[in-house]
């Protein structure tokens, strides 16, 4: 493994590590929830772009297939673009219904588990 592989696996790792933290928060702090439910998704999805490759370049097509109208046919793109969707939606419309999303939210975070486990081998 290279250098760089070294590097954005460590980054995918404490993104990762940092996304389980913030849905923790929210837990913890009913007031503060949307807060750190929006960190945890973004950090969540970092996590998958750093395993991917150069995040801005994976950000880029992440937008540029949000706009297209034919359906994704990728798994892990669709997945970056249901997160990008979901961020859009708690921007737009802050929840109210913390438990449902909350859950949501921990689904989302194992499966970028399992996508930055596959991608860059097994995490600690």
Same mark, same amino acid.
């Given at each position: 493994?290279?250098?760089?592989?070294?590097? !954005?696996?460590?980054?995918?790792? !404490?993104?990762? !590590?940092? $996304?389980?933290?913030?849905?923790?928060?929210?837990? +913890?702090?009913?007031?503060?929830?949307?807060?750190?439910?929006?960190?945890?998704?973004?950090?969540? %999805?970092?996590?998958?772009?750093? $395993?991917?490759?150069?995040?801005?370049?994976?950000? $880029?097509?992440? %937008?540029?297939?949000?706009?297209?109208?034919?359906?994704?046919?990728?798994?892990?793109?669709?997945?970056?673009?249901?997160?990008? +969707?979901?961020? @859009? @939606?708690?921007? %737009?419309?802050?929840?109210?219904?913390?438990?449902?999303?909350?859950? @949501?939210? $921990?689904?989302?975070? %194992?499966?970028?588990?399992?996508?930055?486990?596959?991608?860059?081998?097994?995490?600690?």
């Amino acid at each position: 493994m290279s250098a760089i592989d070294y590097y !954005r696996k460590g980054w995918a790792v !404490r993104y990762l !590590r940092e $996304s389980k933290a913030e849905l923790i928060a929210a837990k +913890k702090t009913p007031y503060m929830a949307t807060g750190f439910m929006m960190e945890a998704l973004t950090k969540a %999805q970092a996590a998958i772009y750093y $395993s991917l490759g150069d995040p801005a370049v994976i950000a $880029s097509i992440v %937008q540029e297939t949000l706009h297209t109208p034919s359906g994704v046919k990728e798994p892990i793109l669709n997945f970056l673009v249901e997160i990008e +969707k979901t961020l @859009q @939606q708690m921007v %737009q419309c802050p929840t109210v219904d913390n438990e449902k999303t909350i859950e @949501q939210i $921990s689904d989302i975070i %194992q499966f970028t588990s399992e996508i930055v486990e596959l991608f860059c081998g097994e995490i600690s």
